[in-house]
């Protein structure tokens, strides 16, 4: 990261490293897909610890769940210090990304293979964010019927 990417305090913008979680979400999904993606949503970014200017930033992209034209992607931000070698996890993110068509509607995405216990787990976290998603999209909905 370089210094066009600093805030005034000196680390790295939360909205460049968003915006590099979203590139970083949306090839794991075209690749999963083989299809044009667009992002959906962005159900949690969480910042652990500050990005420092000059540091290495890698983003680890995996699909952690599919459903039927959806897929959550979990972006995992690890910042390194190149001097020292030493790695920090700095943020998370969770993205939904849609696969499209050729003529730009929603299209079904191909089965994910959930074999190892880190993919069990992901996947399993990936349908309890889904179902507290809806939750709360059905619970927002019903007050506002209420109060109409
Ligand atoms: C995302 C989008 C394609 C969904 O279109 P839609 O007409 O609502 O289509 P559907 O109702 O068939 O939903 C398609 C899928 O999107 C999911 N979806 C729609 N809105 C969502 C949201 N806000 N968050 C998460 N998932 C969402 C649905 O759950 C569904 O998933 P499923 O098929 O796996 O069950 C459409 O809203 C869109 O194009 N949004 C703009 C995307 C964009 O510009 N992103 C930024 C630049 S890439």
Redesign the pocket.
Known sequence: MSLVDANSAGFVHGGTVMKLC?EAA?LAAIKHSRRR?????M?RMTFNEPVNIAELVTFKASVNA??????EVGVRVESEDPRTGVVRHTSTAYL?M?A?DDD???V??PALSVDTPDEQRREREAQTR?RN??AEREELLRHREREA
């Not at 993606?37 to 949503?41: E, L, P, R, Y």
């Not at 599919?66 to 897929?71: H, I, N």
């Open positions: 979203d949306g993606v667009v992002t959906a949503g159900d599919v459903w039927r034209t959806s897929m939904t849609v499209l730009g509607r929603p079904g995405v889904r998603r809806l």
